[in-house]
């Protein structure tokens, strides 16, 4: 009997679909924090060294008009972290090496993600409350589509072929790649025609019973 079965690719097919349906309200949790925090994270992290450096000629810095951060580490630390880009209000001088510890940096300074913030360095108790509120939004949403993910798994590891998997959770279906669904919908075809009940017209039953029930 022709079906559709659960192979490992289809599997993984359909667990990037369902990877798919939380990329929008991921990108806009990325997104949502103050246009003014790439201006604040520079300000704080040369807080005691602005003055200096715009005195000094431009040709002794590089130029940024945005900057990254990787999130915080530290003892005083205790949420997940997300590398954000943020921009700056205008193009201004960045030194070729900035010393971690004089300008609230981790160890690590920087990492692939962006700068890599100390939170046990007292500059930034105020932008860490902000950044961990911002922090928590991306991970409920991970949460959940983690969570979503496990359960289509399950469902797919409990039957073998798509059929009974769709009538156990029809949602399931917009997660199936198009050739697949065309697939199942052949062998639906086939099987309904398939099915003959010698002398009696099916269709005409069928009209006859719908028009009842709407005159009744």
């Known amino acids: 009997m022709a079906t559709v ?17 939380f990329k929008d309200r991921l990108v806009k949790a990325q997104e949502d924090h103050p246009d003014t925090w790439g201006q604040t994270v520079y300000d704080l992290v040369f807080k ?22 990787a999130g915080f580490t530290g003892t005083d630390w205790h949420g997940n ?12 001088p ?17 990492t692939y993600g962006g700068w890599q913030l100390n939170a046990d360095d007292p500059r930034w108790d105020t932008f860490k409350v902000e950044y961990k509120k911002y922090s928590s939004g991306g991970d409920k949403i991970q949460d959940e589509r983690t969570a979503f993910q496990e359960g289509v798994t399950k469902i797919m590891n409990t039957y073998t072929t798509l059929a009974p998997a769709l ?26 025609k398939e099915v ?16 009842a029930k709407f005159t009744n």
């Open 196 to 211: 003959v009940v010698e002398g009696v017209d099916l269709a005409s039953m069928t009209a006859a019973s719908t028009l």
């Open 48 to 69: 005691h060294h602005k003055s200096a450096m715009v005195s000094l000629p431009s040709s002794y810095f590089g130029t940024l008009d945005s900057l990254s951060i």
């Open 167 to 192: 009538k156990a959770w029809p949602p399931l279906w917009d997660l199936v790649p198009h050739d697949k669904q065309q697939r199942h919908k052949e062998i639906v075809e086939r099987k309904k």
């Open 94 to 110: 960045i030194p070729n090496t900035v010393d971690a510890d004089i300008h609230g940096l981790a160890k690590e300074g920087r």
């Open 81 to 92: 972290n997300h590398s954000i880009n943020l921009q700056l209000t205008s193009r201004l």
């Open 5 to 21: 079965r659960f192979s490992d690719e289809l599997k993984t097919s359909i667990i990037t679909n369902a990877r798919e349906l």
